[in-house]
């Protein structure tokens, strides 16, 4: 009865046009937070949202699997769960109310997601918080991560927060592409076809056609998620389940696309903060215009950050956050400016591209003359990575001390892009995607390997100074299909075999060189060992490739990008035509891969 009186007093004043005050009721099982907009009830056992009003209309199912909004990695399993009001309305003018559920490990694993054993997944304690403030059309949700000293080594699998939407949600928004009508599954239809960048991709979610409301989720950061500015993982989709519930997804760690790490050895203290993102519900004239205000408000949120009402971990407060700024000199003997973008980041561990363990801090600069600010940065030890479009590589500079609230200005620092000697040819944009290729744009279609041989019946054969990369270069590098039976299933790809696959490159020498030719490949999808290599007809070897990322069966244009050198005595080649072959052997029809770049350079000195 009292929850009922205070939601009708809060439903009169919102009704009045008044921003109404927060406040947050509890039970023996759950406590209720309310705005007058959103009302959200949350259970006290696990952590998860078990009801999302929207001015009285349910926003969440409860008929499809794990029901709700729920994070993974949960308060379950461990020695105790402590649940407290961590910001109270009645001291603020009820101004923001927040609610903890954390789940006290003792050493137990804790979390139970996806690849997680049945006794548990990770031993840390674990914090889930969520957040509602006055007038906001939705609620703030973060999690906080303690792997204490006395904890054992653990290496942590899948890691997210999800939730189930009510079926009234029919339209799918995840970017300009994948932006449809979507009422239920499509048939051959799986999920890994909605995957994109994370990092440019902060306002996701669904609509309804039929209410007019959508729901999204929020990145107002990306420092708190993995693999960095180039990592594509999951958004949305519909479950597996035979409901085929709207699912909105967060992930912070997975295995998609290279996957990424967290692990953590015995006696090691860590704590991570993942969030706090918005579970964002808006209302519009159609699910485009709620897609766009949505993306508006992502802007508002990331001006906000960090938010001064966190009080967490190691999450950073803004007075402790410092700005990182500098220039990149570009010394290259083809370059005077930079010709694209550039991506700055400050990173710790080993791997960006592969890291879930810390926060990383990323900033694109379109600035020509490589100056950078990366803005919010925590206190912390770096190493800075910059990487551009146009530039073959990565800059790298260890040892970036950022201390709490000081500017760090690094001045000039000189770029020198590794050249093996004069450059010959080059095929498409070093950017680190397959997106300019033809057939990139529509990377996201199921049977987009299946159509290769009907664009291109004769393979590629690339002509340099004639050819152009959109048109006569397809992106993904596969086994061409020869059965017309050939069909694409859910999660596994395109399930069929294919013949070996030749990309010649025909180019004219103006006369016999001497010295050593150097192939350079930047690779931005695997998924086989390894290409075969012939120039001017003449089988010259291998150029071994890295481990598979599933991007070809998944459905992507980049994963873990890396780059590989093959070297040929230059006595090969000729004055006059010439041709480079690359060759995909014999197998499955995802078993390729996806290029980011080719050059062909001549070291003459050799």
């Not at 339209?171 to 499509?186: F, G, L, Q, V």
């Not at 205000?293 to 009402?309: G, I, L, N, Q, S």
């Not at 912390?380 to 479009?389: E, Q």
Request: charged share 20%; with cysteine.
């Amino acid at each position: 009865m009292k929850l009922k009186i205070i939601s009708i007093v809060v439903l009169a004043l919102a009704m009045q046009g008044q921003p109404t005050s927060v406040n947050v009721t509890e039970d023996s099982n759950s406590f209720t937070m309310s705005n007058g907009i959103v009302t959200v009830r949350i259970l006290k056992t696990n952590g998860d949202i078990r009801s999302l009003q929207y001015k009285s209309t349910e926003i969440l199912t409860d008929k499809s699997g794990h029901a709700g909004g729920y994070w993974s990695h949960d308060t379950t399993g461990g020695k105790s769960v402590v649940t407290k009001v961590t910001i109270d309305p009645t001291r603020n003018g009820g101004e923001r109310a927040e609610v903890s559920v954390k789940g006290i490990s003792g050493g137990i694993k804790m979390g139970h997601g996806p690849g997680a054993a049945a006794d548990g997944d990770f031993p840390a304690d674990i914090e889930i918080r969520y957040t509602l403030g006055r007038g906001d059309s939705g609620v703030y949700t973060y999690c906080i991560f303690d792997h204490r000293p006395e904890y054992a080594a653990a290496t942590m699998t899948e890691a997210r927060f999800a939730v189930k939407l009510a079926d009234f949600f029919d339209w799918m928004s995840i970017d300009a592409h994948r932006n449809k009508y979507y009422p239920n599954e499509i048939p051959g239809e799986d999920k890994y076809v909605y995957t994109a960048l994370q990092s440019e991709n902060r306002a996701y979610g669904f609509s309804s056609t039929k209410r007019n409301v959508g729901f999204y989720f929020i990145n107002p950061s990306v420092e708190y998620l993995s693999g960095g500015p180039t990592k594509p993982e999951f958004l949305d989709h519909r479950d597996t389940t035979a409901v085929q519930a709207p699912v909105v997804l967060n992930y912070w760690r997975s295995s998609h696309y290279g996957g990424a790490n967290v692990t953590v050895a015995a006696g090691e203290p860590w704590t991570k903060v993942i969030g706090p993102f918005l579970l964002y519900i808006n209302e519009g004239p159609d699910p485009i215009a709620m897609w766009r205000e949505a993306r508006t408000r992502a802007d508002v949120e990331a001006a906000k950050w960090p938010y001064v009402w966190v009080d967490a971990g190691n999450y950073a407060k803004p007075t402790e956050r410092s700005t990182v700024k500098g220039r990149l000199a570009l010394k290259d003997p083809l370059l005077t400016k930079f010709p694209g973008g550039i991506m700055v980041g400050l990173t710790q561990g080993t791997t960006w591209q592969t890291d879930a363990k810390h926060y990383q801090f990323w900033e694109r600069s379109n600035n020509a003359d490589g100056t950078f600010t990366i803005p919010k940065v925590s206190p912390g030890t770096y190493t800075l990575h910059a990487f551009a479009d146009g530039v073959l590589g990565e800059f790298s500079m260890a040892n970036v001390t950022v201390g709490p609230g000081k500017a760090v200005d690094l001045g000039e620092l000189s770029w020198v892009p590794v050249r093996r000697g004069r450059q010959i040819w080059e095929v498409g944009v070093a950017n680190r995607t397959g997106a300019e290729f033809a057939g990139g744009d529509r990377f996201f279609e199921p049977d987009i390997t299946l159509q290769y041989p009907k664009i291109f019946p004769n393979d590629v054969t690339y002509t340099i100074g004639e050819s152009k990369p959109a048109r006569d270069w397809f992106y993904a590098h596969v086994p061409h299909n020869t059965d017309a039976n050939a069909k694409v299933e859910p999660f596994r790809g395109v399930v069929s075999n294919g013949r070996a696959t030749p990309y010649t490159i025909r180019f004219r020498m103006d006369a016999t060189p001497r010295g050593t030719a150097v192939l350079r490949l930047a690779i931005t999808g695997t998924g086989t060992r390894a290409i075969d290599v012939s120039v001017n007809g003449s089988p010259s070897g291998q150029v071994q490739l890295g481990p598979g990322d599933g991007v070809i069966t998944r459905h992507q244009v980049q994963g873990l990008w890396y780059e590989r050198q093959f070297e040929f005595d230059a006595s090969k080649l000729k004055a006059g035509e010439n041709t480079l072959t690359l060759t995909v052997p014999a197998g499955p029809v995802n078993n390729g891969v996806v290029y980011d770049y080719l050059r062909l350079e001549l070291d003459e000195a050799r």
